[in-house]
């Protein structure tokens, strides 16, 4: 059986009849290109070495995320409550994390708008209407009404 094996792996192999035309050509060199020198040659096949800043950022965005506390169901099933009781016209204080800073921070704001599907709020400062917070609901820790002014 181990002799049948090694037939047909060498038959399979080591049978180079079917390039007998062009085995002894000789090898062909480009008049339009130089060579190329082993080195760059080898850069070709560096693994991944377009991706060399690619662990640097990997390293800081988790050295922002490491201070986010992750919302249980329970957490999140709340903070959908609270955020679809609220009237729009009301002063919300919002404790929420933000991932450009890596730490969580404290707003005081109105409701524009809650969209669902994307899983963001989008909440607006009524003094300055150009300032505008985009939140994903993941990234909510608290809800609060303010009493109105």
């Avoid at 038959?11 to 060579?35: E, V």
């Avoid at 009301?90 to 929420?96: D, G, K, L, Q, T």
């Amino acid at each position: 059986m181990d002799h049948e094996k090694e037939i047909i792996e060498h038959h399979l192999f080591s049978d180079t009849s079917r390039y007998q035309d062009i085995i002894d050509l000789p090898r062909h060199q480009s008049k339009a290109h130089l060579p190329m020198s082993q080195h760059d040659r080898a850069g070709q096949f560096a693994p991944f070495s377009a991706l060399t800043g690619y662990h640097r950022l990997i390293d800081q965005t988790a050295q922002h995320y490491k201070n986010k506390q992750y919302q249980t169901s329970k957490q999140a099933r709340n903070i959908s409550e609270s955020l679809s009781q609220l009237n729009k016209q009301s002063p919300v204080e919002v404790n929420y994390f933000n991932a450009k800073s890596g730490y969580y921070e404290t707003i005081q704001t109105h409701l524009m708008k809650i969209n669902w599907q994307a899983g963001t709020a989008t909440f607006i400062d009524h003094q300055n209407p150009q300032q505008q917070y985009r939140i994903p609901l993941a990234n909510i820790r608290s809800v609060r009404n303010l009493p109105q002014s």
